[in-house]
C-alpha cells in the first residue's frame, strides 16, 4: 500500500497569545501550507484537532471558519476532539483520510487559546474529562499525577530527585527551541524547592498552560515528490491508538498506561518496528511522572526503569534515546489540541535534519501523546523517507 | 475495493430524556452491537458524534467513558464534532477507518443531550458556531433561515404553504415512527398559524430542541456476512462532504447550499450514480426551507422547483421520491451529534425492508447533513448489499 507522507509542518510560538484559537490556526494552516508550497485551494480535508474552544471562548465551528480563513473552500473539514491527545488523534484522523483514498492533501491544524482564562478555570475545563465523581472529591488530572508519582517512587525505590530531572532535561532542551514557552535552564535545587501542588510534586513537575498551534501536511508518498524534494518529506510508518479504563481507580496498577502499551505495540506492528530502532522520541511529559511510565509503557525501559535512564543521561539529547529534544510539554507549552502535532513536528524537523541546535541523529521517531490520566494514547511513528 | 458495509444500527427514543448524553450513547451503543450480534470487545475504533456536551453538561471525554459503559476498551476511541452535521461527519470517519484498513469493526455512536437547557440556552449554544459579527447582531440560525425563505419565494415564486406542506408531511411520516418525539399530524392550518419565529417562519418551521442517540456498526464487506446474513447488510456505496462560507452574506445567492452540491457530487461521483438512482433520501430539515433548498442542492430537483414536488406529492410517503420518510429532523426531533446518523439509521431499515408502517420501494437511498446554515454538509449513499 501506498504509505502517507508528511510533506509540511509548522507550529506557532507557544505561550501567552493575544490571537484568539482561530487566528492561531490560521497562522499554524497558513505556515504549513507555505513550508510544503501547496495552495489552499489544493486541500481536500481539513482536520482540526482542538478540546474546548467552546468552554475556553464560547465560539465552535472553528473549522468552517478555519477553511474559510485559508482560503480553502470547500474542503471537507472535521474537528477531532480527544481532550488532551487531540493532536495525535488529529494525525491518526488525517492519515485515515489518505490511506482510505478520501483526500489526497489533507491539512491537519491543532491548536488552543487557555492563557485569557485563569489556570484554576482552565483546570476545571481540563478536569470535565474525569468521571463525574472523581470529579466531585476534586481528583483532577495533577492530583492523579501526585498519587502516581508517590506511587511509583515507593514501588521502584526511585529517587524524588530522578522526577526532577526529567524537569531539568526538558527545561534545557527548549532553551534551544525558539517556540518554547519557557527558554530558560532550572536546576535541580529549583525543582526540588518549588511550591508544592499535589504531594510530592512540585511546580516545576507540570506543564503551563499555553496558547499555540501546529500544523501538518498529509499526502500518500507516490504523489509527495510532486511537491517537494525527495528528501524533504517524512512517512507515517506506524500508527495506532488505544484507551484505558476511564476511573483511574479501577486500574490493575496505576503505573502502567495500558493506552501506551496497547497503541504502541499497534504502531510498532504497522511500522514492522520494536523499540530497539527508536533513534528519537517525544512523550506526553504533562507531569515529569508522565515521561517515566510512557518510556517504559512504549518498550524504551522495563518497567519501573524509566526513572534510570534519566538519572544515567541515557535520554539526555547526547545519550542513546534522547527524549523530548524539543523541550516537551513542559518547557514547549501544552496547548491542547496543538500539543500532539507538535510533538509530530519536533520528530519531523529531527528525521530531516531541520532542527538546529536541537538536532540528534534519527531516521525513526515515536510520538506518544496521552489524553486524561491514559484515559486515551495515541503513538506514531515517523520515519525519514 | 472492498466494500464498507453497515451490519448493525439503532436509535433511542428522541424526545425529552432524563438520560445525560453518556447514558444515551450507551444505551444507543449497546443496542446496535445487539442488532449485529457483536460483542463489545470486538469494536477496534468508537467514533463519538456530539457537538456540545461540554457546554451543554460541563461533561467531555466521553468517548473514553462511553469506551469503558459498553466494555469495549481498549478500542481506540475520539469525538467527531461538525456541529449539526456531527453525525454525518462520524459516518465518513467511521468509513475512513475500515477503508483505511485501520479498523475491522467500527461502531459510531451520536448523541446530544439537551432539553434540560432552555431553548434560548440551547439556541446560544447553537449560535457559537456562527462568525462572532452575525453573533453579535442577533443573527443565529433560525434568523438566517427566515432571511433565506424569505428571498426563495420571492425568486422563484413559491407560496408560503409550500413551506408549511414540508412541516405537514414530515409530522405525517413522523406519526408511523415510535422513536419520533412528536408523533402528531398537523394540518396546514395549525402551521400557518403557528406563532411567528422569524418572518415568514412560524413555529411549526423549526425542528424541537431533542436528547436522543443513534449508532451504526460498520466493517468490511468481505467479513460482513461472518455477522450478518447475506440480506441483512447495507454498503456505504458513496459519501462526500464539504464547506461552504463560514460569513453567509458572503454566499453569491443564499438559496444554493454549495456545501450540498459538492458533497453529493462526490458521492455520487463515488456510488458511480446520479439523482436518478436515488429511491428515498433523508434531508436535514432543521427548518422546513431547507428541505428545499438540499432537495435542489443534490440534483433531485432544478433550482427554484423543489417547492413544486412537495405541493405535487412527489416527496410523500407514496410519491416518486419519498423524503423524509423518517419524519425528518422537524417530526423526529434533532439532538445534534445523532441527527446524521438516525438519517442513515431510516435509510437503512428502509433499504433493508424493515421499516414497517414507513416501508417504501427502495434499493438507493441518501442522507444529506447540514451544520450551520450549510457551512458544512456530508452526503451519503446507501445501498441495499
Redesign the interface.
Known amino acids: 500500500?501506498d504509505r502517507v507522507a508528511i510533506i509540511g509542518a509548522s507550529m506557532t510560538q507557544f505561550g501567552k497569545r493575544e490571537a484568539w484559537v482561530r487566528g492561531l490556526l490560521a497562522q499554524a494552516g497558513r505556515e504549513c501550507l507555505a513550508d510544503a508550497d501547496v495552495a489552499p485551494d489544493d486541500v481536500e480535508h481539513l482536520y482540526v484537532s482542538n478540546?474546548?474552544s467552546?468552554?475556553f471562548e464560547?465560539?465552535?465551528?472553528v473549522?468552517?471558519?478555519l477553511?474559510?480563513d485559508l482560503g480553502a473552500?470547500?474542503?471537507?473539514?472535521?474537528?477531532?476532539?480527544?481532550?488532551s491527545a487531540s493532536g495525535g488523534?488529529g494525525i491518526?484522523?488525517a492519515?485515515?483520510?489518505v490511506?482510505?483514498?478520501?483526500s489526497e492533501m489533507t491539512l491537519l491544524v491543532g491548536g488552543e487559546k487557555m492563557t485569557h482564562r485563569s489556570t484554576a478555570e482552565a483546570t476545571d475545563?481540563i478536569a470535565?474529562?474525569?468521571?463525574?465523581v472523581e470529579y466531585k472529591h476534586g481528583v483532577t488530572l495533577p492530583s492523579f499525577a501526585g498519587l502516581t508519582a508517590r506511587r511509583y517512587l515507593h514501588e521502584y525505590d526511585a529517587p524524588r530527585e530522578s522526577l526532577a530531572k526529567v524537569a531539568v532535561k526538558n527545561h534545557k532542551n527548549g532553551l534551544d527551541n525558539p517556540h518554547a514557552q519557557f527558554r530558560k535552564e532550572v536546576d535541580l535545587e529549583t525543582v526540588m524547592d518549588s511550591p508544592i501542588v499535589a504531594d510530592p510534586l512540585r511546580l516545576y513537575d507540570f506543564c503551563p498552560i499555553t496558547d499555540g498551534s501546529a500544523a501538518l501536511l498529509f499526502c500518500p508518498e507516490s504523489v509527495a515528490e510532486d511537491h517537494v524534494p525527495e528528501d524533504e518529506y517524512t512517512v507515517v510508518a506506524g500508527i495506532?491508538?488505544?484507551?484505558?479504563?476511564?476511573?483511574v481507580h479501577e486500574r490493575d496498577d496505576p503505573t502502567v498506561m495500558?493506552?501506551a502499551v496497547?497503541?504502541s505495540e499497534q504502531a510498532y506492528e504497522m511500522a514492522d518496528r520494536s523499540p530497539d530502532d527508536v533513534d528519537v522520541a517525544e512523550l506526553h511529559d504533562m507531569f515529569t511522572i508522565l515521561e517515566f511510565l510512557q518510556s517504559e509503557a512504549v518498550g524504551f525501559f522495563e518497567q519501573g526503569e524509566g526513572w534510570k535512564a534519566v538519572e544515567e543521561g541515557v535520554t539526555d539529547r547526547d545519550g542513546d534515546l534522547p527524549i523530548n529534544t524539543s523541550g516537551g510539554l513542559k518547557s514547549k507549552g501544552h496547548p491542547l489540541g496543538a500539543s500532539g502535532i507538535a510533538q509530530a513536528y519536533e520528530l519531523h524537523q529531527q528525521l530531516l535534519g531541520n532542527a538546529g541546535p536541537r538536532q540528534v541523529e534519527a531516521e525513526v521517531g515515536l510520538a506518544c501523546n496521552v489524553?486524561?490520566f491514559g484515559?486515551?494514547v495515541?503513538t506514531t511513528i515517523l520515519e525519514d523517507a
Chains 1, 2 share one sequence.
Open positions: 500500500m478540546m474546548a467552546g468552554e464560547g465560539q465552535t465551528g473549522p468552517n471558519a477553511a474559510h473552500l470547500p474542503a471537507y473539514t472535521q474537528r477531532v476532539d480527544q481532550t488523534a491518526y484522523a492519515w485515515q483520510s490511506a482510505s483514498g478520501a475545563v470535565s474529562l474525569t468521571h463525574p495506532g491508538g488505544a484507551t484505558d479504563t476511564h476511573v495500558g493506552g496497547e497503541s489524553g486524561g484515559n486515551c495515541t
